[in-house]
């Protein structure tokens, strides 16, 4: 699972000196615009539209020239919110330091990827945890990371259990299957990856999905974001940029398979039957209920910053429809 650490003073200190690479300019002519995406973490099924744009050539009828890249040690916000790739994606807890902060950094998300947050705590059926209150007396692998056990503690005593019951146990799970047949009884997942995992692996599992827990837990999970100067000042080549993802995630929602092989083209180290699978589940996922692909509701993403601020996990009151905008998306 990805490292939630965000190290904000590092960040500021990037943003300035990657700051004036930001102000391209677009080419004249038939010349491309050259566009980086930088992903969260390693390729996966939340990036599929991307690679689908990609491969089908939806970025080239654009006029784009688009390049996508895998993120650095601090992550997808550090580069773009400093001027070195125009886009990236990240999530909506990741972000919310950022709009916090007292200098943040300008980026904002621009697309919901996935239009309902599917994290949630997974257990094997056996260990008997069917909702939040039988958490305690188990043993839960933990990043230690506040927001994390917020949530961990809202859902565990809103459903009547005692949140000091669990075993906390320090742990970067990485290999979640192992870890849940060994000594790790529950671990926080993305359902669509980790979760499609123990099914195709054979396991009989139970799923705690946060967003069923609350609407201020259904945040975006993940995001596409722009910086913010490149956005102001090509505001036309940001809607081009969506309209090909758009295009992609369409695509895979109705190709599933066909999708899940053009990720397999470019991220053949993939476990094929896992990315088929979860291709398939996330073909339910990318639009679900929402109006349509990457629509982002203000009261869901308000609500969940306004619950961060009331449970003193950012130092700052975020103020309502702060880091988002549906402005560039295609109709």
């Given at each position: ?9 590092a960040i ?6 990657l ?36 491969a ?34 990240g ?13 943040p ?39 230690n ?32 299957i ?19 995992a ?56 109705e ?20 990315v088929?699978?979860?291709q ?8 679900a209920?929402?109006?349509k ?39």
């Open positions: 699972m990805k490292n939630k650490v965000i190290f904000l003073a500021a200190v990037l943003s300035l000196l700051l004036p690479s930001c102000a391209k300019e677009t080419p004249q002519g038939d010349e491309s615009i050259k566009i980086d995406i930088v992903l969260d973490w390693t390729p996966n099924t939340n990036h599929t539209g991307l690679y689908v744009a990609q089908k050539g939806f970025f080239e009828e654009e006029g784009l020239e688009v390049v996508i890249m895998q993120p650095p040690e601090g992550g997808a916000e550090a580069i773009v919110g400093g001027g070195g790739a125009e886009f990236g994606i999530f909506q807890d990741y972000l919310a330091p950022n709009y916090a902060s007292n200098t950094m300008p980026i904002t998300a621009v697309a919901a990827i996935i239009q309902h947050n599917t994290s949630g705590i997974i257990s094997l059926k056996e260990d008997g945890i069917d909702r939040p209150s039988k958490l305690p007396g188990h043993n839960y692998a933990t990043w990371m506040p927001i994390e056990l917020a949530i961990i503690k809202k859902i565990v005593e809103d459903d009547g259990g005692r949140f000091e019951e669990i075993d906390l146990v320090p742990s970067t799970v990485t290999d979640v192992t870890a849940l047949q060994t000594d790790i009884d529950s671990v926080w997942v993305y359902y669509a990856w980790d979760g499609i123990t099914k195709v692996k054979g396991l009989e599992t139970n799923f705690l999905n946060f967003a069923d827990y609350g609407k201020e837990l259904d945040y975006y999970s993940p995001v596409l974001f722009v910086n913010d100067d490149f956005a102001k000042s090509n505001p036309q080549t940001v809607k081009k940029v969506l309209s090909a993802v758009k295009k992609g995630y369409e695509f895979a929602i190709n599933p398979e066909e999708a899940a092989g053009i990720l397999l083209e470019a991220a053949p180290e993939l476990d094929p039957h896992i088929t699978e979860s398939k589940w996330l073909a339910g996922q990318y639009i209920d929402g109006p692909w990457g629509h982002i509701d203000q009261e869901r993403w308000d609500a969940f910053y306004g619950w961060l601020f009331e449970n003193k996990l950012i130092e700052r009151e975020i103020p309502k429809g702060t880091g988002f905008t549906n402005e560039y998306l295609p109709e």
